[in-house]
């Protein structure tokens, strides 16, 4: 039977709006990219929501998005840095795109340094955001005299993750598991240019402003298939064996406006300290 032509646009209308609320987070996926994350995904580990650690996101592998991560984190002054934040004012320094940003976290006092870096922060999520984070990760860079080969960059930065101990990652109270299978290690990557009173020149790096690198990253990564709006806890820690640990809580209630955007003028001043050091921790 031949439906009439009204019958048939209502029809087709019908259908792009489902699949426009169907795909709506991620309208640059691939499809294969958009059936992991309409079904939420199980992460190939039995982890449901967890993309899998061998699966390509916007065209970007887990080990480039780690690359990516080290870019915006790079790319944010110290005073204002996601991972100088114990409260959780500066998580939406830098965000943007389909993909949100989570941060480990740095010793209250860089100068003393302490047994386990410790946050707990509140933030808002964008509905619709895929969530990204690092329970543990380095980056190496020819600009901090890491190598100059991309050899000597990946073993420089994998030797944190060689002694890496003690991984806890936790959605909502449900423990991911298998997180070796997560570590995911970056090719060449650039960051830069530098702000002023970047992470750098906040460990006593010389003459960092405005500089670029060359650079490889490894840790162990989780990506979320969008949360639903509402109210979320993600919990992760890890060790570099002895030498440091971190021990981070986020609550993510999702839903609202762009997130929420620190005030310059009353965050924690940038303070000297050894960038070496730092990089001994996990050498």
Same mark, same amino acid.
């Not at 996601?82 to 949100?100: E, H, R």
């Given at each position: 039977?031949?439906?009439?032509?009204?019958?048939?646009?209502?029809?087709?209308?019908?259908?792009?709006?489902?699949?426009?609320?169907?795909?709506?987070?991620?309208?640059?996926?691939?499809?294969?990219?958009?059936?992991?994350?309409?079904?939420?995904?199980?992460?190939?580990?039995?982890?449901?929501?967890?993309? %899998?650690?061998?699966?390509?996101?916007?065209?970007?592998?887990?080990?480039? *998005?780690?690359? !990516? *991560? *080290?870019?915006?984190?790079?790319?944010?002054?110290?005073?204002?840095?996601?991972?100088?934040?114990?409260?959780?004012?500066?998580?939406?320094?830098?965000?943007?795109?389909?993909? *949100?940003?989570?941060?480990?976290?740095?010793?209250?006092?860089?100068?003393?340094?302490?047994?386990?870096?410790?946050?707990?922060?509140?933030?808002?999520?964008?509905?619709?955001?895929?969530?990204?984070? %690092?329970?543990?990760?380095?980056?190496?860079?020819?600009?901090?005299?890491?190598?100059?080969?991309?050899?000597?960059?990946?073993?420089?930065?994998?030797?944190?993750?060689?002694?890496?101990?003690?991984?806890?990652? !936790?959605?909502?109270?449900?423990?991911?598991?298998?997180?070796?299978? +997560?570590?995911?290690?970056?090719?060449?990557?650039?960051?830069?240019?530098?702000?002023?009173?970047?992470?750098? !020149?906040?460990?006593?790096?010389?003459?960092?402003?405005?500089?670029?690198?060359?650079?490889?990253?490894?840790? +162990?990564?989780?990506?979320?298939?969008?949360?639903?709006?509402?109210?979320?806890?993600?919990?992760?820690?890890?060790?570099?064996?002895?030498?440091?640990?971190?021990?981070?809580? +986020?609550?993510? %209630?999702?839903?609202?406006?762009?997130?929420?955007?620190?005030?310059?003028?009353?965050?924690?001043?940038?303070? %000297?300290?050894?960038?070496?050091?730092?990089?001994?921790? +996990?050498?």
């Amino acid at each position: 039977m031949r439906a009439s032509s009204h019958g048939t646009r209502a029809t087709l209308l019908l259908m792009v709006m489902l699949l426009l609320v169907a795909f709506a987070p991620t309208a640059l996926a691939t499809n294969h990219e958009r059936e992991s994350l309409a079904s939420g995904g199980n992460g190939g580990q039995g982890n449901p929501g967890v993309l %899998p650690p061998n699966s390509t996101v916007l065209g970007r592998s887990y080990g480039d *998005w780690g690359g !990516e *991560w *080290w870019k915006w984190a790079l790319s944010i002054p110290f005073a204002v840095n996601p991972m100088n934040d114990q409260t959780g004012a500066n998580a939406a320094q830098g965000q943007s795109g389909p993909v *949100w940003f989570l941060a480990g976290t740095f010793c209250v006092d860089i100068n003393v340094g302490c047994a386990v870096a410790t946050a707990t922060r509140t933030c808002t999520v964008p509905t619709g955001k895929i969530i990204f984070f %690092p329970i543990l990760n380095a980056e190496c860079s020819t600009f901090e005299g890491n190598g100059t080969t991309f050899a000597e960059l990946r073993d420089c930065a994998r030797a944190g993750g060689d002694i890496a101990t003690g991984l806890v990652c !936790e959605v909502d109270g449900v423990s991911i598991g298998n997180l070796d299978a +997560y570590r995911a290690t970056s090719g060449l990557f650039t960051w830069g240019p530098l702000p002023a009173g970047n992470i750098l !020149e906040a460990f006593g790096l010389p003459n960092t402003v405005g500089a670029t690198s060359a650079a490889v990253q490894d840790g +162990y990564y989780i990506m979320l298939a969008p949360l639903r709006a509402g109210p979320h806890t993600i919990h992760f820690a890890g060790a570099f064996g002895t030498a440091f640990a971190l021990d981070v809580t +986020y609550n993510l %209630p999702v839903g609202g406006g762009p997130g929420r955007v620190a005030d310059p003028t009353g965050a924690t001043p940038a303070t %000297p300290t050894t960038w070496g050091q730092l990089k001994t921790l +996990y050498r």
